[in-house]
């Protein structure tokens, strides 16, 4: 007999909204001005990877105004890089990559850092640039990523890690789509290591679960708007939710989904007839918090806050 553990919580878990936490984008620039945008991006403060370009830097936008290298996460930096390297430049790359972490920075002073480089880079970023990565995360409070099981279909890579709490990952670093889904709670401490006191998070009391889709587009910022919610598909199950079962093969499917994340644990069985008969569990499991299409519905208002826009009127609330 499978013996199923579940936890309690004190109340119904509770979905926060929906934030940007990573953002690449990339753009071209005329020959004219590529020598003013590689010199200023060499005088930056802080020393970035230089990856496949020649020239990389820096800058620190957080409100403490702290030296370069106060946050050694690099959420709170800005990062610019220019003049691809002859090889990556014969597959069309775009002269200059902008990354950085809009939930942790201030638009304005996105706009101000940007504007420094060249006055007419942020706007043309907003609205011609090439999104080539976004992040789009949304935090669960009170339930721990151990007890939910995720499910999404056609991803063939999973991996669990448990280094500093559980992440399980879906999709392949080069997918153009993947999540990561993650205790937040372990995170922020693991983080805080890394950064000075002005900028360390408070330690969340209650557990949290970090949704996260790991988007490469390649279309330009609100171009987005047109496209359909890949959290839609995202099955999430509630451990507490599943029904108990006297069958020796569902206890080990759930210990399998805890290994290695329930999208493997599935495709171990693919061609059994358990298959079909545990997905239908798990999609009954779904959790009753879970709402993808709200989720979805508040993408107007991040991308809006970004470029530091108002909501565009066919998208508002």
């Known amino acids: 007999m499978a013996v199923i ?62 030296p370069s290298g106060a946050d050694k996460t690099g959420e709170t930096d ?13 597959n069309n790359m775009r002269f200059l990559r902008a990354k950085w972490n809009p939930a942790k920075t201030d638009p304005l ?39 939910l099981y995720f499910h999404y279909p056609k991803s063939t890579i999973t991996e669990v890690r448990t280094a500093s709490g559980r992440t399980e990952y879906i999709g392949g670093e080069k997918s153009p789509i993947r999540w990561r889904l993650y205790d937040k709670k372990a995170q922020v401490k693991q983080k805080n290591k890394g950064k000075a006191k002005p900028l360390q998070e408070s330690v969340p009391e209650q557990e949290v679960t970090r949704i996260e889709l790991v ?19 995202l099955t999430i199950a509630a451990h507490n939710n599943l029904i108990v079962h006297n069958e020796p093969c569902w206890g080990f499917f759930l210990d399998s989904c805890q290994l290695r994340g329930a999208s493997s644990a599935l495709q171990k069985i693919s061609g059994s007839d358990l298959h079909g008969k545990f997905k239908a569990r798990l999609l009954k499991g779904q959790a009753e918090w879970w709402n993808p299409e709200n989720v979805w519905a508040q993408l107007p208002a991040v991308l809006a806050k970004i470029a530091n826009i108002p909501v565009p009127e066919d998208h508002a609330a």
Not at 215 to 222: A, G, I
């Open 78 to 90: 800005l990062i610019l890089q220019c003049d691809p390297m002859d090889k990556y430049n014969k």
């Open 215 to 233: 988007k490469k587009p390649y279309c330009k910022l609100f171009e987005l708007l047109a496209m359909p919610s890949p959290f839609v598909k």
């Open 109 to 147: 002073e996105v706009r101000a850092a940007l504007c420094s480089v060249a006055p007419w880079l942020f706007d043309e970023l907003m609205f011609n640039g090439t999104v080539t990565q976004i992040d789009l995360t949304v935090d669960v409070e009170g339930v721990r990523c151990d007890d």
């Open 5 to 66: 553990f579940v936890h309690k919580y004190p109340s119904v878990p509770v979905v926060k909204a929906l934030i940007c936490d990573g953002l690449t984008m990339t753009i071209d620039v005329p020959v004219g001005k590529q020598q003013q945008i590689k010199k200023c991006i060499q005088e930056l403060p802080g020393k970035a990877p230089k990856g496949n370009y020649h020239v990389s830097g820096s800058l620190p936008l957080n409100n403490q105004y702290l």
